[in-house]
């Protein structure tokens, strides 16, 4: 009986075989990242905290009570337990792909009355504030007295 001959590789195959499974999986691990990109490709914003704006900060002003400061900025965040003369707005906003970014705002009381407010705020109108985000973030700001009428 006559026996069929066995499927044989030639010796170049067998050299070439190895090299190309180590070329595929190479090419497999360097293209992962962009492949996962586009398997995921859409990531939502997420907001988190009391969104405080410039025109919002500019409607408070030096002497106004607690619940009026309340009516104009929200609830706070944040309401120290050992230091009840200070409110802190926190907002956090992380767009789906890019750099989370943050502000702080603190308003301080003094026997129950607005005395001043510390953090990512600007005095003036909405080109000051325009001009302020360029600059540093953190600043103290004088609030003006309430007019007595």
Same mark, same amino acid.
Request: glycine share 4%; charged share 25%; aromatic share 8%.
């Given at each position: 009986?006559?026996?069929?001959?066995?499927?044989?590789?030639?010796?170049?195959?067998?050299?070439?075989?190895?090299?190309?499974?180590?070329?595929?999986?190479?090419?497999?691990?360097?293209?992962?990242?962009?492949?996962? $990109?586009?398997? $995921?490709?859409?990531?939502?914003?997420?907001?988190?905290?009391?969104?405080?704006?410039?025109?919002?900060?500019?409607?408070?002003?030096?002497?106004?009570?607690?619940?009026?400061?309340?009516?104009?900025?929200?609830?706070?965040?944040?309401?120290?337990?050992?230091?009840?003369?200070?409110?802190?707005?926190?907002?956090?906003?992380?767009?789906?792909?890019?750099?989370?970014?943050?502000?702080?705002?603190?308003?301080?009381?003094?026997?129950?009355?607005?005395?001043?407010?510390?953090?990512?705020?600007?005095?003036?109108?909405?080109?000051?504030?325009?001009?302020?985000?360029?600059?540093?973030?953190?600043?103290?700001?004088?609030?003006?007295?309430?007019?007595?009428?």
């Amino acid at each position: 009986m006559r026996r069929l001959p066995a499927p044989y590789l030639t010796h170049s195959m067998r050299s070439s075989l190895p090299c190309a499974l180590i070329a595929a999986v190479l090419v497999t691990a360097c293209s992962v990242d962009t492949i996962v $990109n586009k398997v $995921n490709p859409y990531k939502i914003d997420v907001r988190q905290g009391n969104y405080v704006d410039q025109a919002m900060v500019s409607q408070l002003k030096k002497g106004m009570t607690r619940d009026q400061v309340r009516f104009v900025l929200g609830s706070p965040l944040v309401v120290d337990v050992f230091r009840k003369d200070r409110w802190d707005y926190v907002y956090r906003f992380k767009p789906g792909k890019a750099e989370a970014e943050q502000r702080i705002i603190s308003v301080y009381f003094v026997d129950d009355r607005l005395d001043h407010v510390e953090g990512d705020v600007a005095a003036g109108d909405a080109q000051g504030a325009a001009a302020a985000q360029q600059e540093h973030r953190s600043r103290v700001v004088d609030v003006p007295a309430v007019d007595s009428k």
